[in-house]
């Protein structure tokens, strides 16, 4: 490998730069003897509320967890249907198979990744029980519009915010500037403080990310945060008096208090990402063949990712790991299509086309103005030399 070697992620710096902060954490988690739940837990549930303009957050075990009993605290199960998108993280459809419900697949726009709001009135069925929209790679869903829908047919509404924490919903949306008067309303608003439910993960790659696995459930429906509360810890309120089968999802306090250390620091951490996505567009304009992404206000880059057209995708990621750049592919196979499904869903052409074309780039709060040259200018050349 060469000495340029530049990761997809690289999570030192981060470390480096909040060591201290850190290490007094954990020592105070350490000596307090209290390792799960906790006052360290109940505080960055405060916070965390405070700063998403929530009225409860309640943290869990992981992002999968979140979903799950979202989904169970709104009732779903076996004979309901959730729409989602099919470009997205297994733990998405998989939290709702895993309820017992069926994950019904819209396509998304190719603009944004995200679920495209057009085809979802043809998805529904008298089954259909809720909409689970994801913002992926940091990018908010078209909340204003799957809100009408969602008001219209009396669905609820999960979102899956494992990848945005932090991003802000803006009205006019980037691929079709529609504006209508429920979307103003929400105009500003933090990703998951919108619908019903909010499913975030703190998996250690994210932008707030955990030393392990964590996950928060926000809503500002005082029932369903009891619920939720409740199915966190064995379906009790009380202690050993259990009124639902609920799951051992209760967050570590180690967990709680790095990311009381990191919080702070996140909207620093988003708005360098923003920039270096800024700095890649303008690196990339001019290369024939991609496709980049539009960096909008609110959008947070989790993932950086591009499309590369005419089937030239895998040279490409070739290329770059001879040179030493890693990349990833988020995500080859679409959800539809995995073998868990067996081929049962009508295929849907957006989302495939996508998993044959994107490569997401390194990126990190902290990658350095000479990596990000080196990796365009690597991708310009693999672009050219494949022409
Ligand atoms: C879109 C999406 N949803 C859900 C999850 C699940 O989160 P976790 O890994 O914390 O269970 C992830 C994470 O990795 C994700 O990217």
Redesign the pocket.
């Known amino acids: 490998m060469s000495s340029d070697h530049i990761p997809i992620l690289d999570l030192k710096a981060q470390y480096q730069a909040l060591q201290t902060e850190i290490q007094a954490a954990v020592n105070r988690v350490l000596e307090s003897g209290q390792f799960i739940l906790g006052p360290d837990v109940t505080a960055f549930e405060t916070e965390i509320a405070d700063y998403l303009g929530v009225k409860f957050a309640i943290a869990v075990n992981?992002?999968?967890?979140?979903?799950v009993i979202s989904l169970r605290a709104l009732g779903l199960g076996p004979g309901d249907e959730v729409i989602t998108t099919p470009f997205?993280?297994f733990?998405?459809a998989e939290?709702i198979s895993i309820v017992g419900a069926k994950p019904v697949f819209v396509d998304v726009c190719a603009e944004t990744f995200n679920l495209n709001p057009a085809l979802i009135p043809a998805a529904i069925t008298p089954q259909t029980k809720a909409i689970m929209p994801?913002h992926?790679f940091g990018q908010p869903a078209r909340m204003g519009e799957l809100l009408e829908l969602a008001q219209a047919h009396n669905l609820k509404v999960i979102e899956?915010t494992?990848?945005a924490m932090g991003a802000q919903y803006f009205s006019t949306c980037s691929d079709c500037q529609c504006q209508t008067t429920t979307q103003s309303k929400l105009t500003g608003k933090l990703v998951g403080s919108i619908g019903d439910f909010g499913?975030f993960?703190?998996?250690p790659t994210?932008n707030l990310g955990a030393y392990g696995?964590?996950?928060l459930i926000t809503t500002n429906d005082p029932e369903l945060a009891e619920l939720a509360k409740m199915l966190r810890v064995h379906g009790s309120r009380k202690r050993y008096v259990n009124e639902l089968i609920g799951y051992n999802s209760r967050m570590d306090s180690l967990q709680a208090a790095i990311l009381r250390v990191k919080l702070p620091y996140l909207k620093t951490w988003n708005d360098q990402r923003r920039a270096i996505a800024t700095k890649y567009n303008a690196q990339l304009q001019d290369v024939p063949g991609i496709i980049t992404p539009k960096v909008t206000p609110g959008h947070v880059f989790h993932q950086y990712t591009v499309r590369i057209l005419a089937n030239k995708r895998d040279a490409v990621v070739e290329y770059l790991r001879g040179l030493g750049i890693s990349t990833m592919i988020y995500y080859p196979i679409p959800q539809d299509r995995l073998p868990v499904y067996d081929g049962k869903y009508a295929r849907l052409p957006v989302s495939e086309q996508l998993a044959a074309e994107v490569i997401s780039l390194p990126l990190w709060p902290e990658l350095a103005d000479a990596q990000i040259s080196q990796i365009t200018q690597a991708l310009a050349e693999a672009i050219r030399i494949n022409a």
């Open positions: 992981s992002g999968t967890d979140a979903l997205s993280f733990a998405t939290s994801v992926l899956d494992a990848q499913a993960s703190f998996f994210k696995d964590g996950g």
